[in-house]
T-cell receptor, first 112, second 112 residues
Framework: RKEVEQDPGPFNVPEGATVAFNCTYS??????FFWYRQDCRKEPKLLMS???SGNEDGRFTAQLNRASQYISLLIRDSKLSDSATYLC?????????????FGSGTRLSIRP | NAGVTQTPKFRVLKTGQSMTLLCAQD?????MYWYRQDPGMGLRLIHY???????AKGEVPDGYNVSRLKKQNFLLGLESAAPSQTSVYFC???????????FGQGTRLTVV
């Protein structure tokens, strides 16, 4: 089983739609969580961190459920510019350090 | 601000050749990472470092070596390149073990 799993998509939705992505992680000791966005042939960039109480940034809402080891990202009123791959990222604690593990990504395509 | 800079950006190698990829960050970050990204596989961790003079293996370390002689630089070496190492390589850094990571622009390597 992969340490971080995402639905690969692609999701193809009309502009203005609401779309949700899910992500599950296997290590219950994971400490912190992020959503990154990656455009074609570009580096990943932080979209938002995910806090235990859930957090919102404009049209984007992230939720964390530690009991179910589940993270979600909701995009409301989607724009053409939201077309990208969304990466779920989990920070895992180790005995002497920590490492960040990426899901394979979910592709989103917004159509006019 | 330069942030994380990778050199070179593109390279074509013949099987058996060696090369070094350089990652430099000017943010005084302690943690640095090397990932490779292949279609459908997401980002996979090759090696990482939690401080100057330290290195550790990630998920896919075979065929690669790294060094962190200076805090700002993290070098990834391929001693004898193989076609299976054709990939996009990303370097990332972060201040500590819990915060977001910042990525370089990537190096596209082709081994023929």
């Amino acid at each position: 089983r992969k340490e971080v799993e995402q639905d690969p998509g692609p999701f193809n939705v009309p502009e203005g739609a609401t779309v949700a992505f899910n992500c599950t992680y296997s290590n219950s000791a994971s400490q912190s969580f992020f959503w990154y966005r990656q455009d074609c042939r570009k580096e990943p960039k932080l979209l938002m961190s995910v806090y235990s109480s859930g957090n919102e940034d404009g049209r984007f809402t992230a939720q964390l459920n530690r009991a179910s080891q589940y993270i979600s990202l909701l995009i409301r009123d989607s724009k053409l510019s939201d077309s990208a791959t969304y990466l779920c990222v989990v920070n895992m604690a180790l005995s002497s350090a920590s490492k960040i593990i990426f899901g394979s990504g979910t592709r989103l395509s917004i159509r006019p | 601000n330069a942030g994380v800079t990778q050199t070179p950006k593109f390279r074509v190698l013949k099987t058996g050749q060696s090369m070094t990829l350089l990652c430099a960050q000017d943010m005084n970050h302690e943690y640095m990472y090397w990932y490779r990204q292949d279609p459908g596989m997401g980002l996979r961790l090759i090696h990482y470092s939690v401080g100057e003079g330290t290195t550790a293996k990630g998920e896919v370390p075979d065929g690669y070596n790294v060094s962190r002689l200076k805090k700002q630089n993290f070098l990834l070496g391929l001693e004898s390149a193989a076609p299976s190492q054709t990939s996009v390589y990303f370097c990332a850094s972060r201040p500590d073990g819990n915060t977001e990571a910042f990525f370089g622009q990537g190096t596209r390597l082709t081994v023929v």
